[in-house]
């Protein structure tokens, strides 16, 4: 069953500091991996889109690694601000097949 | 910034209403989709487009109605309304299987 798990479920930090979140997936076969930043009550923003030949993939302060052997995915956020707060959803494209939608990691960023 | 607009964005309506959800793209995508969220839930696909007069169910089994008659239009129709049907409900839209996905702002329901 293709499946999207990521940890933690949710994550407390001051601003300032760094923070990485996980994503592991059983997704057959894969096209590509994403990860969105949703604020409350908005629709999800796409931030990076990795295929299987990418390994790093950076846009400002996030930056997105991936390991298609080991089947996982870090979104690593540096010198967070309060607007980092939001939910993290990874999600993996299997192709010619619906999207796998992970649970999110709910990040709040503390002043 | 992505071009799919969700109307209304905030809507509470009684038991028993018929109600539409509007979604409308202008980047010519083929594909458009509707998912379901609940408060810090995760989404849950509930119906899918491939083009013009074509719509599929989900995962997430809903008593929504989509339509698609026109490739920039998707909307989303209940109708009869109750309160189980509280939710935000999100539109998207992309060019291919593979490719980004593009989301509205999304409509949230509260139904009393």
């Known amino acids: 069953k293709n499946q999207v798990e990521q940890s933690p479920q949710s994550l407390i930090i001051l601003e300032g500091k760094n923070c990485t979140l996980q994503?592991?997936?059983?997704?057959?076969?894969?096209?590509?991996l994403r990860w969105y930043k949703q604020d409350t009550g908005r629709g999800p923003v796409s931030l990076t889109i990795?295929?299987?030949?990418?390994n790093t993939k950076s846009n400002g302060r996030y930056t997105a690694t991936l390991d298609a052997d080991t089947k996982q995915s870090s979104l690593h956020i540096t010198a967070s601000q309060l607007s980092d707060s939001a939910s993290y959803i990874c999600?993996?494209?299997?192709?010619?097949?619906?999207?796998?939608f992970g649970t999110g990691t709910r990040l709040l960023v503390s002043p | 910034e992505a071009d799919i607009y969700q109307t209304p964005r905030y809507l509470v309506i009684g038991t028993g209403k018929k109600i539409t959800l509007e979604c409308s793209q202008t980047?010519?995508?083929?594909?458009m989709y509707w998912y379901q969220q609940d408060p810090g839930m995760e989404l849950h696909l509930i119906h899918y487009?491939?083009?013009?007069?074509?719509?599929e169910k989900g995962d997430l089994s809903s008593e929504s109605t989509v339509s698609r008659i026109r490739t920039e239009h998707f909307p989303l129709t209940l109708e009869s309304a109750r309160p189980s049907h509280t939710s935000q409900y999100l539109c998207?839209?992309?060019?291919?299987?593979?490719?980004?996905?593009?989301f509205g702002e999304g409509s949230r329901l509260t139904v009393l």
């Open positions: 998207a839209s992309s060019e291919n299987y593979s490719g980004e996905l593009f």
């Open positions: 994503c592991n997936y059983t997704v057959s076969p894969f096209s590509n």
């Open positions: 990795m295929t299987f030949s990418e």
């Open positions: 999600v993996v494209s299997p192709g010619f097949q619906k999207l796998v």
């Open positions: 980047m010519g995508h083929d594909k």
């Open positions: 487009s491939y083009g013009v007069n074509s719509t």
